[in-house]
């Protein structure tokens, strides 16, 4: 999943390493810009 510039990728990379198939990681941006806030299904990663 590309990452847009300016958020913390080693804490997503980490947490995505050891949620399980049927998790969800939730991804929300907590910049200013209210369109990247979004769910994203493990089973995608």
């Known amino acids: 999943m590309p990452m847009p510039y300016g958020w913390g990728t080693g804490g997503i990379q980490l947490t995505a390493s050891v949620i399980g198939e049927n998790d ?18 493990s089973s995608v990663l």
């Open 24 to 41: 969800v990681l939730k991804v929300i941006d907590q910049g200013a810009d209210d369109t990247t806030q979004r769910g994203v299904d």
